[in-house]
Every structure is written in C-alpha cells, then in structure tokens.
C-alpha cells in the first residue's frame, strides 16, 4: 500500500505564491511511479493539474495553470512539491496529490492509483 500526506495549503492572496509537498510512504511505494497534482474546486470535477515521472524527465501541465506552477520531486524524500506562483482565486481549490504506477504522465484521475486526502488553497482578491 502507499500513503501519500499533502501539506502545504493555506489562504494567501492574489499573486501570492505557495508551495505544496506530498510526501509518500508505504512498503509498495516505487520511486519510478508517476505522481501527479490535481484539485478539485467547490461545485466542479477534480481536474488534472501537474504531473512528473520519477525522474523529473517529462512533466505535464493543465493549460490554465503552465507557466505559473512548477512541478518537481526529490525521489530521496519521496516528494514531490507544486509552486504556485501568481495565484488566482481561481486557483482555490482542494489540492491531492496522485500516484500512479506507470512511468508515464497520465492526466485522467482514473489512471492513478493512490491519493491523498488533499490540502485546501484559498486565494482572496
């Protein structure tokens, strides 16, 4: 099995930046699994935000957030972070943090395989 703990949610204001981490543990975690950022806002479907493979060789991004979030891992810690910069309050929403299994960069939920409990990110006008 595989735990994954997001931390790093919080309330800041418009143009802030924040940076969250996700830190995995379990017997079956592999540093060569995917993992990914997704987050789901009040009222709407969790969506795909970020995702990276194990060696930090490809990422993807969703388009409303390229060039704005970074995504990175530190397969030492088995973490991965999100930085957040130039945040809008459309960006409010429940961070997860997502592992999946292949060492490919899938952006559909149903492609990953273990999931955090997720972190809360309000941005304020």
């Known amino acids: 099995q595989v735990q994954l703990v997001e931390s790093g949610g919080g309330l800041v204001q418009a143009g802030d930046s924040l940076t969250l981490s996700c830190a995995a543990s379990?017997?079956?975690?592999?540093?060569?699994?995917?993992m990914g950022w997704f987050r789901q806002a009040p009222g709407r479907e969790r969506e795909f935000v970020a995702g990276?493979?194990?060696?930090?060789?490809?990422?993807k991004y969703a388009g409303s957030v390229k060039g704005r979030f970074t995504i990175s891992r530190d397969n030492a810690k088995n973490t991965v972070y999100l930085q957040m910069n130039s945040l809008k309050p459309a960006d409010t929403a429940i961070y997860y943090c997502?592992?999946?299994?292949?060492?490919?960069?899938?952006?559909?939920?149903?492609?990953?395989?273990?999931w955090g409990q997720g972190t809360q990110v309000t941005v304020s006008t």
């Open positions: 997502a592992v999946d299994r292949r060492m490919i960069v899938d952006t559909l939920q149903d492609d990953y395989d273990y």
């Open positions: 379990g017997r079956t975690f592999s540093k060569y699994y995917t």
């Open positions: 990276i493979i194990w060696n930090g060789g490809a990422t």
